[in-house]
């Protein structure tokens, strides 16, 4: 009996730690990290920057776990989604509410007492996007991608904020590579599961958009802006001449797997792009950080 109810406790805890997006959330604190780095010419005080990662963990939780209790019922009717807690009784939505705002909340407290009130405004803006804007948006228009990619873009500005005080062009800079590196990762996440996205009654591009030209061109077009901006860094000198080739190569590489993908828009193509996305931000900011100007 005693291993059996153990055994429910994790599960419990599991189903928790479920409903945070881990993944989404560690991609979050990846950025916000490269802003303070960058922003602050260096982690000068490491006290503020564990805290400062600890308030945006707690309110980036608190905004996965609404969005959840959001789309519990979406999420019943979709095969990628519906083993998630709530739909699978785990977790009952009333809990899932009060621990959402509880997380959210916690993570503001921290944020105005350690990085300042610029810093967690921005958090809190995000969340706002995030949750009241984008999450309905879903079922209302494609262009969520676009208001999604938003709050998506904003980890830099609050680690930036939080290293120096303010949003200087660096930080904006870093909120236009991420904005624009969302859509071709995304269209080609709802390309791949168009299916699933008009099952639960998402007003996805792909799934208005059935021989996918419209979709391509939006990835051909974000592309594009994507390797403008990421060479943007040089210019305005925080970066030196090896990230300037670095992020010409990889943004050069992306945008043919978007060209790939126009030729016949299929779902082996669209995985590829994906696969396209992961590896290059990631090596991206590996590059940022190799040649960073400080």
Known sequence: MKRSCDYYKLSNLSAYWELTKPRINLMVLVTFSLGFFVGGRGIHSLSLFVWSIFGTALSVAGSAV????????????????????IPTGVIDPISALSYGFILLLLGQFILITTAGLLTAFLALLSAFLYVVVYTPMKRLSWINTSLGAVP??????????AATGEIELGAWVFFMILFAWQHPHFFAIAWIFRDDYKRGGFKMLPVEDKEGKKTCRQIIYFSILLLISSLLPTFIGVTGKIYLVGALILGSLLLGSAVYLIQTCSDYRARKLLRATILYLPLLFILCLIDSNF
């Not at 609404?66 to 807690?85: A, G, H, K, W």
């Open 66 to 85: 609404l969005n959840n209790y959001l789309e519990r019922d979406v999420d019943c009717l979709m095969s990628r989604t519906q083993e998630r807690p």
């Open 152 to 161: 998506g873009a904003m980890p830099p500005l609050g680690g930036w904020t």
